[in-house]
């Protein structure tokens, strides 16, 4: 069995590990942290969980959190820079589900968070948790980085054409939508209901700071070439999901050849679907799933392919795909805990 520690399990992600980790057939839940609910039984603040675990949130200790075999950090920006170290030393595994080693770069990293980088000796060893193209790395590695939600679904729809030297010299645009989870459990007026409901707004649109993640996955797919990215967020009156429509220029293409080439490079991943060819996935079709799906359509007339990615912002985008990491990290099913169907409706 995996020992399994959570830092900061009174949020949107860290409530998503514990759902799915009480049901994981390879884990045991050792200690949860919170040091504003410090006592608290977990299933007392999240009653779904009553019945499935009897742990109360505790103060972080690095000793208490170094006899887990792997530690998750769901916690703000910043915070892991402190401790994951400690608990690095002492020989368990972190997986960082915050953006704090996402970015290699330190200054890029600092200019869009807003704040000095707290671990810059332990960034080299970070490995960017997107299974599709960095199982081999995750298999060794130490420190985790899980992509963003916005960066995995664009990722996902834009790599298999940079990896085949496709989209050279264009400026792509990612048109996003996420649901109000997005923003993290924390009371802001921004998320009330009365804001957001019967409403939908861009936000960000200067300049998210997902776009140098996203910038950076797209260009080691692309080989190490800078790739032009124009990423316009929107805030959706939903709870989970988010849905990326994707564009390129590919003047005179094949759609059925980039339909089979999209099936070939997804092939063996459990937790990306690719649809037939014009289908329209919706995010209710991977709410509570670790699914991401997709799908292509062009416009001959244009010359414009046009990429649908789905995911479930929560799962995918955070702590399934954590989870996936996991598995991937320890030699267990990469699916183990995470075959959970899509709730519908």
């Not at 595994?93 to 600092?110: G, H, K, M, N, Y």
């Not at 299974?131 to 995750?138: C, G, K, L, M, S």
């Not at 980085?145 to 010299?169: N, R």
């Not at 564009?247 to 990306?272: C, G, K, N, T």
Request: a negative charge.
């Amino acid at each position: 069995m995996i020992k399994v520690g959570i830092v900061g399990g009174t949020g949107y992600t860290g409530v998503e590990l514990l759902r799915i980790l009480v049901n994981h057939p390879d884990v045991q839940l050792h200690v949860i942290t919170s040091r504003s609910e410090e006592g608290m039984r977990v299933d007392e603040m999240f009653p779904n969980l009553r019945g499935h675990t009897d742990l109360q949130f505790s103060v972080p200790d690095a000793a208490v959190l170094g006899e887990c075999d792997v530690v998750f950090f769901a916690t703000p920006h910043g915070v892991a820079h402190a401790l994951a170290e400690e608990i690095l030393n002492t020989g368990a595994r972190v997986i960082d589900l915050s953006a704090d080693f996402r970015i290699q770069d330190v200054p890029t990293w600092e200019k869009w968070y807003g704040q000095p980088h707290g671990a810059p000796d332990i960034l080299p060893q970070a490995v960017y948790g997107l299974p599709e193209v960095n199982r081999d790395a995750i298999r060794e590695a130490r420190l985790i980085a899980v992509p963003g939600c916005y960066p995995t679904s664009v990722q996902l729809g834009y790599i298999p054409l940079l990896e085949k030297g496709l989209l050279a010299d264009q400026m792509l645009i990612a048109d996003c939508k996420s649901g109000v989870s997005g923003a993290g459990r924390g009371a802001k007026v921004g998320s009330l209901l009365c804001e957001t409901s019967e409403s939908m707004s861009a936000y960000a649109v200067a300049g998210h700071r997902h776009l140098p993640e996203i910038r950076q996955g797209l260009s080691r797919a692309a080989g190490g070439k800078d790739v032009a990215l124009t990423f316009v967020p929107h805030l959706t009156p939903m709870i989970r999901g988010i849905h990326s429509t994707l564009y390129a220029h590919l003047p005179d293409a094949d759609i059925s050849e980039l339909q089979a080439m999209f099936e070939a490079r997804y092939a063996d991943e459990p937790f990306v679907d690719v649809m037939p060819l014009g289908s329209h996935p919706a995010t209710r079709s991977v709410k509570g799933s670790n699914t991401c799906r997709l799908a292509l359509h062009y416009h001959a007339d244009t010359g414009q392919l046009i990429i649908l990615s789905v995911i479930d912002n929560l799962v995918k985008g955070a702590s399934g795909q954590a989870i996936q990491n996991m598995n991937i990290m320890f030699g267990l099913d990469e699916e183990a805990g995470l075959r959970q169907v899509a709730l519908m409706p």
